[in-house]
């Protein structure tokens, strides 16, 4: 058990579609965090939620829209994507103030865009 | 911004030996921190050593080993006695105190019986 929980683990959605990504912590940790893994790139940090609040957005397309409804929870909701949007999805969680100790992260969820 | 760069895409190495993964950073940071994660193919991301820009002393975990050049941005990653189960993507990531991760490429470390 990592305390990092990814649902779905695949995700197979049509470019109109609407889905949902969920992210669940029970580590205590106040930070949460969206990464997108592309091959042969480095991860791309997509947004940051520090007590709940977005900290950061990396110039995500509206595309993806995050929410975060308690330091435990993370959502990705995911409308109208383009087949360049498919990619392993990594939440991560960890502490604001201590993240020199690293993140914890899930397994992902592998996701396709057809 | 940071750039961390790992030049080998791919390597391999037999069973029981010792391989050595490179990573390069550029930061103009003097307080930071330095990691290689390990992506298996259960995809999770699992941190494997951790050092801090203020320690010279090299990081140690078990078999695996960090060679941390400061002067010269280098953190090299070293596993001994490969053994099947580190087959995985290797990732050097660098972090400032305040703000946020910067990832390379990954090396897919391939170990063969």
């Known amino acids: 058990e990592t305390g990092v929980t990814q649902t779905p683990r695949h995700l197979v959605m049509g470019m109109t579609n609407k889905k949902s990504l969920k992210c669940e912590q029970h580590?205590?940790?106040?930070?949460m965090y969206w990464y997108k893994q592309s091959a042969k790139k480095p991860l791309e940090l997509m947004f940051v939620?520090?007590?709940?609040?977005?900290?950061e957005n990396n110039s995500v397309p509206s595309r993806f829209s995050p929410e975060c409804p308690n330091s435990s929870h993370l959502f990705l909701h995911l409308h109208t994507l383009q087949p360049e949007d498919s990619a392993l999805y990594l939440c991560?969680?960890?502490?604001?103030?201590?993240?020199?100790?690293?993140?914890?992260f899930g397994s992902g969820t592998r996701l396709t865009v057809v | 911004a940071q750039t961390v760069t790992q030049s080998q895409p791919e390597m391999s190495v037999q069973e029981a030996e010792t391989v050595t993964l490179s990573c390069t950073y550029d930061?103009?940071?003097?307080?930071?921190?330095l990691f290689w994660y390990k992506q298996p193919p259960s995809r999770q991301m699992i941190l494997v050593i951790r050092?801090?820009?203020?320690?010279?002393q090299n990081a140690t975990e078990n078999r695996f080993s960090v060679n941390f050049q400061k002067a010269a941005k280098s953190f090299s990653l070293k596993i001994s006695d490969s053994q099947l189960g580190d087959t995985a993507m290797y990732f050097c990531?660098?972090?400032?105190?305040?703000?946020?991760?910067?990832f390379g490429t990954g090396t897919s470390l391939t170990v063969i019986p």
């Open positions: 990531a660098s972090y400032n105190t305040g703000n946020q991760f910067y």
């Open positions: 050092q801090e820009a203020y320690k010279q």
């Open positions: 939620y520090n007590f709940k609040e977005q900290t």
């Open positions: 580590l205590g940790h106040n930070a």
């Open positions: 930061t103009s940071e003097n307080n930071y921190y």
């Open positions: 991560a969680s960890g502490e604001r103030t201590g993240a020199g100790y690293g993140y914890t």
